[in-house]
């Protein structure tokens, strides 16, 4: 249930702000600058099982991650990505989906049933975007974002799925 107040629920988050109370006590500046050091912006999964950065052998830095349910190129993929290719220093954008995924599972009706079942909210003002076809849907997403006029021309785009059960990538030919 959402709060009505403007007060810091700290009970809730206690846990994270022990683990930031411990993280903050051994935290040294790393120099680091808003730009992704490899270039890269990474458009993946919100699913927990996902740690994209070691997934790809970078570490924090390397890249922008953006992450939502299903890894869609979405509207506000876009603006982020427009932002980050004009000034925080990215040339390339690989798109990783991943396996097992929630939003392959079902089609966009079944999954706001589920929701309303589960817990009696109305969710069909919002689009969910789910999959029937992972490779399809990843299609559709790189042609949107080669096509798309405020993205740089020459922006290298990719995209992949990542394997939740093995920790491999495997990249889609179109």
Do not use: W
């Amino acid at each position: 249930m959402a709060s009505t107040t403007d007060t810091f629920p700290r009970d809730t988050f206690a846990d994270l702000l022990q683990g930031n109370e411990h993280y903050a006590a051994g935290f040294r500046d790393s120099g680091l600058s808003g730009q992704a050091r490899r270039s890269l912006a990474v458009v993946t999964c919100i699913d927990s099982r996902i740690d994209p950065l070691a997934a790809l052998g970078l570490a924090a830095g390397d890249a922008k991650i953006l992450r939502n349910a299903g890894a869609r190129v979405t509207d506000d993929v876009l603006r982020t990505l427009v932002l980050a290719t004009h000034l925080l220093g990215v040339d390339r954008v690989l798109v990783m989906p991943h396996t097992d995924c929630r939003m392959a599972a079902g089609d966009e009706s079944h999954m706001h049933e589920q929701i309303l079942a589960a817990s009696g909210i109305d969710t069909r003002s919002i689009e969910i975007r789910t999959v029937d076809d992972q490779r399809t849907a990843l299609h559709v997403d790189l042609i949107r974002l080669r096509a798309h006029p405020l993205l740089p021309p020459g922006l290298s785009v990719g995209g992949a799925i990542f394997d939740v059960h093995t920790g491999e990538l495997v990249p889609v030919d179109e």
